[in-house]
C-alpha cells in the first residue's frame, strides 16, 4: 500500500530520501515506519470496510513497518491481527506489542 500511495518502490526511494527529507516533503523512509497519517488512514479504511463483510477476517502487514515500534500501536488500535518482519526486528516488535497491549488496559474507553 505503500508503494501505491507514495507512488515511487522500496528500491527507488533510496535515490531521493535524502532530497525528501531536506525538503521536508518526508520525514522517515515510509517503508520503515507507517505513515499514520496518509497510508496508515487508507488501512484502517480498508479495515473497517472488510470488517464489515467479514468481522473475524485475519489482517496482517508484512515489511519493516511491521517490526517498527512507532508504528505497532497505531496498527493494534486500527485493528491488524498480525505482522511479519525481518527478524533482526523481532524483538523490538515483541517487546512494542506488549507494551501497546498494557498501554490500552490502562487507558479508559
Known sequence: MTQMTFGFSRDDIGK?????????????DPFQSLDQEGVGQLMKLAIEKARQIEPNLSIGVCGEVGGDPASIP??????????????????????AVAQAALNSERTPK
Do not use: M
Open 74 to 95: 497505531f496498527l493494534q488500535e486500527i485493528g491488524v491481527t498480525y505482522v511479519s518482519c525481518s527478524p533482526y526486528r523481532v524483538p523490538a516488535a515483541r517487546l
Open 16 to 28: 531521493f530520501l535524502n532530497d525528501y527529507k531536506e525538503k521536508k516533503l518526508l520525514t522517515q
